[in-house]
């Protein structure tokens, strides 16, 4: 008796948003919203897709989207990661690189199957949402994108051949996503965990705490750059609930305030 | 720290042939070849690929296969299934129905993880080789496809848009075969084992069952292919050994030999 395809907690798809960064060829956007229709999963972010029509290129994907063409007109298209990324809690990254990459040692890898296991539990919380971030075909994501992420996970593939069709890749993940709901006991939602702070919140303290540095000359000239990924990373390795956010975003402003000239309070 | 990828007993991967059946888009071709490289299977038979000029098509597929340019051009093309699937022991038909449909009904269907577990144990016996065959785009695996094959596997999608597309497919199952692997602990090889029967030695038995049948007037004009693929399901559903196959090929040849006329033995 073949098993009925079985889903995570109640609605835990919805709350997976599959977010593509600078994809360059258009089919593999409609191969990536097909997967999604496949699986069930509802919500695809776009940011800057190569395309500079995107109108043609959705009509291209649509052709390659078979029976998914409603879910690649719903795809929302966003300028930066920041913005695809702010209603989530949970953002993960997908890299071809193993552990010996210089990228990987600023953020802890996981492996598809341990990283799905880490999602299920996430979205326990039900005020959870999670997003999952594939770069460009031809370099993956990019180190600013990367700062977005609170972990990274990878496919295992061959060291020989360790770098995926796009198309693959995402349709790889959303299964290992579904497939570990049927292995093991539904989790129940946990509706006393505090809710965690959404990227958007984490994004609003990292840009506060980055013009009080600024403000208060940490910063050297031709340092920002750099200066706000690593603070950037920093701050999603921690663990921020949302009245942590909260609160540190009250204190920042603060000391910021504090930092201005009086003449320009 | 990250999991090393981890395959399934030694050398196993070898012996999983991937079969594309009257495949019509030479991109899916090449998606397949880059996913069997990418996770360290080495085996891909083509069956009537629909472009005319092959050589065109795999040029074509080559560009799409990035990484996977020798294992394309050592693909080997069949005219028939019974040829691409000759030298396996058991051979699995991907199917998107689900257990409603009528084409099920005839043959035992399990979910991708069930029957990756299934290809496991059935290659601990040393001589046991695997084939999973993927039908065309628009219409899957015909009925004399599937009259090949032992069992059927499925790959967990929503009732509401159950198809997918023919490289994601490939590569979903070949991830889960590996991915398998990583999971348990790594089956010995069982090498007491009796030698499973091969599907070309099955493919054989049926021939010769099939003109004994016809010379004796069991099969009404008309009804060969509906015989055929009927006996040949029958055949693959029994677990043969090569013994068995053996003693059973040459009792039809004996029987056989007796139906035909004295004049014409």
Known sequence: ???????????????????????????????????????GFTQLHLVRPWDPS???????????????GDLLASAQ????????????????GTTAVTAGGRRDLLHPLDTLAESAERVREHLQNPEAQVAILFGSEKTGLSNDDLSHCHRLLRIPTREEHISMNLGQAVAICLYEFVRTGSDTEELPLDAAAPAPASAGEVERLTQMILEALQASGYIAPGAEAAT??????????FTLTRHDAQLA????RQILWKLKPPDSR
């Not at 995107?54 to 998914?68: I, L, P």
């Not at 913005?83 to 953002?91: D, K, P, Q």
């Not at 706000?228 to 390795?237: C, N």
Request: proline share 6%; hydrophobic share 50%.
């Open 228 to 237: 706000e990924e690593k603070l950037r990373r920093q701050l999603r390795r």
């Open 249 to 252: 975003l009250g204190m920042a």
């Open 77 to 92: 298209v966003f300028p930066t990661v920041a913005e695809a990324v702010a209603g989530c809690t949970l953002v993960l």
């Open 54 to 68: 995107f109108q043609e290129a959705r009509e291209e994907a649509a052709r390659s989207a078979v029976g998914a």
């Open 1 to 39: 008796v073949p098993k009925a395809p079985v889903t995570g907690p109640p609605n835990s798809l919805d709350r997976i948003v599959v977010v593509l960064v600078a994809t360059r060829n258009s089919l593999n956007i409609g191969a990536a919203a097909r997967a999604k229709s496949n699986f």
